[in-house]
């Protein structure tokens, strides 16, 4: 089966973003580009409480049928407004050198279709928040934390500011088994050919620290990456970036797992709170 750069776009501001990174990957990846939609026609709030049963009986069922023919158009609208949206991104998508963008369509949650693809993702691209959450600039958009727990394939989260087309990158360290195999991982992808990467350690300046930090930078060198290792000392999420700022970084990775500070930091409230104050996006392996 073939995997595929898959994409989830909808109405917000940073669908842009995504498809022009997703775009990058798929190129980068010489992989298949697909942008995914899902329709949501139930969502958890409502916008208007039913009085329906307060009504006499035929004025109830008058307005449960107009009810119903109401909830049947706005169905075709979603779906309509769906179609224009994936048609938008291929285009985008096409204006960057992707030759064959696709696009699904689905009726149901966006965890829910993004679980129906999952096993044919190589890279799953998604916005920081999605478009009920779009104005609220200090929330984190609750898909997009569930997503992080629920898919196992490498996730790119993007943040809203346009693309930048990545040269150097930060890889957060803490030399668990977890973060090893990220790092083999990173030194196999050709999504980083040509970068410049970091591997950081945040914690005490040890001999096991350098050790481990030494054998990650020799992994990626091998691999033909321009990499050099770092530790640093304080807070894991301000370190981590403030490290990105004075570095100039255009894209963090981290592993979804792993142990002491780094994995609290990645499976704990610290990840909410290190993807929300993201300027760059972060990509996190599983």
Not at 126 to 136: I, N, P
Request: hydrophobic residues 40%.
């Amino acid at each position: 089966m073939t995997e595929h750069v898959m994409a989830a776009v909808d109405g917000s501001s940073f669908s842009a973003s995504v498809c022009d990174y997703a775009a990058w990957a798929s190129t980068a990846l010489a992989t298949p580009l697909t942008f995914l939609h899902a329709v949501d026609n139930h969502p958890s709030t409502v916008d208007e409480p039913d009085l329906s049963g307060n009504l006499p009986l035929g004025a109830r069922e008058a307005l449960l049928n107009e009810l119903a023919d109401l909830d049947e158009k706005r169905a075709r609208i979603n779906r309509e407004q769906g179609r224009l949206m994936l048609e938008e991104a291929c285009r985008r998508a096409g204006e960057q050198g992707v030759e064959d963008a696709r696009s699904r369509q689905r009726n149901g949650t966006l965890v829910d279709t993004l679980a129906e693809y999952e096993s044919q993702m190589r890279l799953l691209v998604l916005g920081k928040r999605g478009e009920s959450a779009d104005q609220a600039s200090g929330h984190l958009g609750s898909n997009l934390e569930r997503v992080v727990r629920e898919i196992r394939r490498p996730i790119l989260m993007v943040p809203r500011a346009g693309f930048t087309r990545p040269k150097r990158v930060m890889f957060a360290f803490d030399g668990s088994k977890t973060a090893r195999k990220g790092v083999e991982m990173l030194a196999r992808s050709p999504l980083f050919s040509g970068l410049f990467c970091h591997v950081v350690s945040v914690g005490a300046d040890t001999a096991e620290h350098r050790m481990a930090l030494a054998w990650a930078v020799d992994v990626l060198q091998q691999a033909g990456l321009e990499a050099e290792g770092s530790i640093r000392a304080g807070e894991v999420e301000a370190t981590l970036h403030a490290f990105e700022a004075d570095n100039e970084i255009d894209i963090t990775v981290m592993g979804a797992y792993g142990h002491s500070r780094i994995r609290q930091f990645l499976v704990g409230s610290t990840t909410t709170s290190m993807l929300r104050n993201a300027h760059v996006p972060v990509l996190i392996l599983r």
